[in-house]
């Protein structure tokens, strides 16, 4: 396969098989990550691996509180709240590796708006390496915002500096199904040529 081919084919994975990742291929996968393009190359990510069964019930029960405040708070129905609490603590448990993505908030050249802003964008950057690099070694990963929205309950629940700022997650393993393909849009509806 091209490489066009093989970037192409990467999906969302979120169910996986119960086998664990080896600490070689996630640190092989990590270093990949460090590879990404960066504002003024400043590499403001730092990432937390969470594997153990601990960590995780740590990790779920932070992130699933912080959810069903806000559902609540948004009139959401109780069993929409639970089936989707529920659902992630599922995915959180059922994954053999978690890594989480944090922006290091004293890797800036100022205090602005858009430093802050490329400094965002460089960790979602080493987000798409980290999981490219996962489907290369043969896993399935997934992207999910949850720590985002939980930035103070996911660095207390896994004991991370102050100054790590989560901002997504990359759930990854040995694929468990083959989810359907999803529809991409066409590229005329994305692209403007002038």
Known sequence: MDLHEFLRSRHSVRRFQPDPVPEAVIERILITATYAPSAHNL???????????V????????????MRLDMDAEGAPETEIEKRAANS??????????????????DVIAETPEET??????????GMQLLLAAHADGLGGNWICWPLYAQDTTRAALDLPETWEPQGMVIIGLQGNTPAARQ????????VNR
């Open 43 to 53: 590499q403001p990510w730092r990432f937390a691996v969470v594997t153990t069964s």
């Open 55 to 66: 960590a995780k019930a740590r990790l779920g029960l932070a992130l699933t509180t912080k």
């Open 89 to 106: 603590l599922r995915r959180i448990n059922e994954a053999p590796v978690l890594i989480v993505l944090c922006r290091d908030v004293t």
């Open 184 to 191: 991409r849009k066409a590229l005329e509806d994305v692209l």
């Open 117 to 126: 802003m490329m400094a965002i964008q460089s960790v979602a950057a080493a």
